[in-house]
């Protein structure tokens, strides 16, 4: 059964005092309550209804009000939602989420929307990976099989070619933890064989349906992305009730699924999908609701660098031009909370997530 109510965190600030937990007792007393037990505390809440069809009533509460407002037959899951909002996230692999992460891409693929072709053996893969961790890359995803809007499905054994040799030449010689992005069950259990830390899967474990027990079986963490559709086909006309909060259910069912199977909430994280089944206005509207998917209780993912949004944004038809709008996305996706930036260009957002931290806190103690 679908939520009927949302709550997005808003009034977002850097708290300089040291995150709290929730204490009703403290209410007249609140600055702010931490943002997924982070430095980013919030201070209002947007109160999301579904109402009928594709309407929905949202306004506007001051966090202190949270706990003497009406909230109806609504009253334990808003208080759940609270919570999870709040709570702090665990650490991935080993790696705090105290501050953005940084995942860069290295598309060991012919056709990728971007960078196709750039990467065209083990070697020069590899070797990227590792002058994307020297920028400051703290996640390397390895990807065989574009899933761009339009392509072709890639061959188990051609993507099996691609990315294995990658992820086994990485595992010595890199600190920064492997992710595979692939939608393929075969592909995920060898490169956990191989030696990935983390499975990035674009359908969020629907595509391949022997993928969810393969993920229970690995152990490791799962990265779980909204898509509307095929890639072949995801864009030609996607339909939303309300998209903000359709991701919103979509990913709470994978999470749920995830669960039962045996994966534990501590090992899911959440991608809304930008440009996956979404037009401009939807796409748009996921990032100025970005703080609302914190209320599904796991480190959130956003993966918008040099995508077609900021092209039709700002008439930047190269993707390769497209590196001050990916900038501008990471920001807004760190202003929000979101724990894990999946880009590109490493090293200029790096430079941009140091001065945003150093900025926001108002000392070079934010870094």
Same mark, same amino acid.
């Given at each position: 059964?679908?939520?009927?109510?949302?709550?997005?965190?808003?009034?977002i600030?850097?708290d300089?005092?040291?995150?709290?937990?929730?204490?009703?007792?403290?209410?007249?007393?609140?600055?702010?309550?931490?943002?997924?037990?982070?430095?980013l505390s919030?201070?209002?809440?947007?109160?999301?209804?579904r109402v009928?069809? #594709?309407?929905?009533?949202?306004?506007?509460?001051v966090?202190?009000?949270?706990?003497?407002?009406d909230?109806?037959?609504?009253?334990?899951?808003?208080?759940?939602? %609270?919570a999870?909002?709040s709570?702090?996230?665990?650490?991935?692999?080993?790696?705090?989420?105290?501050?953005?992460?940084?995942?860069?891409i290295?598309?060991?693929?012919?056709d990728?929307?971007?960078?196709?072709?750039?990467?065209?053996?083990?070697?020069?893969?590899?070797?990227?990976?590792?002058?994307?961790?020297?920028?400051?890359?703290?996640i390397?995803?390895?990807?065989?099989?574009?899933?761009?809007?339009? #392509?072709?499905?890639v061959?188990?054994d051609e993507e %099996?070619?691609?990315v294995?040799?990658v992820?086994?030449?990485l595992?010595?010689? #890199?600190?920064?933890?492997?992710?595979?992005d692939?939608?393929?069950?075969?592909v995920?259990r060898?490169?956990a064989?191989?030696?990935?830390?983390?499975?990035n899967?674009?359908?969020?474990?629907t595509?391949d349906?022997r993928?969810l027990?393969?993920?229970?079986?690995?152990g490791?963490?799962?990265?779980l992305?909204? +898509?509307?559709?095929?890639?072949?086909?995801?864009?030609?006309?996607p339909?939303? +009730?309300?998209?903000?909060?359709?991701?919103?259910?979509?990913?709470?069912?994978?999470?749920s699924?995830?669960e039962?199977?045996?994966?534990?909430?501590?090992?899911?994280?959440?991608?809304?999908?930008?440009?996956f089944?979404?037009?401009?206005h939807?796409?748009?509207?996921?990032?100025?609701?970005?703080s609302?998917?914190?209320?599904?209780?796991?480190?959130?993912?956003?993966?918008?660098?040099?995508?077609?949004?900021i092209?039709?944004?700002?008439?930047?038809p190269?993707?390769?031009?497209?590196?001050?709008?990916?900038?501008?996305?990471?920001?807004?996706?760190a202003q929000a909370?979101?724990?894990?930036?999946?880009?590109h260009?490493?090293?200029?957002t790096?430079?941009a997530?140091?001065?945003?931290?150093?900025?926001?806190?108002?000392?070079?103690?934010?870094?």
């Amino acid at each position: 059964m679908k939520r009927s109510t949302y709550l997005q965190p808003t009034g977002i600030f850097w708290d300089r005092n040291e995150p709290r937990a929730i204490d009703e007792a403290d209410v007249p007393a609140w600055r702010g309550l931490p943002l997924a037990g982070g430095r980013l505390s919030f201070s209002a809440l947007d109160v999301l209804t579904r109402v009928s069809g #594709s309407a929905t009533k949202r306004k506007t509460i001051v966090l202190g009000d949270a706990f003497s407002a009406d909230w109806g037959r609504e009253g334990l899951a808003a208080s759940d939602l %609270l919570a999870a909002i709040s709570t702090p996230r665990p650490r991935l692999g080993g790696m705090s989420l105290d501050k953005p992460r940084i995942m860069g891409i290295v598309n060991v693929t012919p056709d990728s929307f971007s960078d196709g072709g750039q990467l065209a053996n083990t070697r020069a893969a590899i070797d990227h990976a590792l002058r994307l961790e020297a920028e400051g890359a703290d996640i390397l995803d390895i990807g065989g099989e574009s899933t761009r809007p339009g #392509s072709d499905a890639v061959m188990l054994d051609e993507e %099996l070619r691609r990315v294995i040799p990658v992820i086994e030449g990485l595992r010595g010689k #890199s600190r920064a933890l492997i992710s595979v992005d692939t939608r393929k069950a075969e592909v995920m259990r060898q490169a956990a064989a191989a030696g990935a830390d983390i499975l990035n899967d674009v359908s969020a474990l629907t595509h391949d349906p022997r993928a969810l027990d393969v993920a229970v079986e690995s152990g490791l963490p799962v990265m779980l992305m909204h +898509a509307q559709g095929d890639p072949k086909t995801m864009n030609d006309d996607p339909q939303y +009730a309300d998209v903000v909060l359709d991701v919103f259910d979509f990913l709470e069912s994978r999470i749920s699924a995830c669960e039962l199977a045996g994966i534990p909430r501590t090992k899911i994280i959440a991608d809304p999908g930008i440009g996956f089944g979404k037009h401009l206005h939807h796409n748009v509207a996921v990032m100025a609701g970005l703080s609302l998917y914190h209320g599904l209780g796991v480190p959130l993912l956003l993966g918008a660098s040099r995508k077609k949004m900021i092209g039709q944004l700002c008439d930047v038809p190269e993707p390769k031009d497209r590196v001050p709008g990916s900038l501008a996305c990471a920001i807004a996706g760190a202003q929000a909370g979101v724990q894990i930036v999946r880009v590109h260009d490493v090293k200029e957002t790096h430079q941009a997530l140091a001065v945003w931290r150093a900025a926001v806190a108002g000392s070079e103690a934010g870094l």
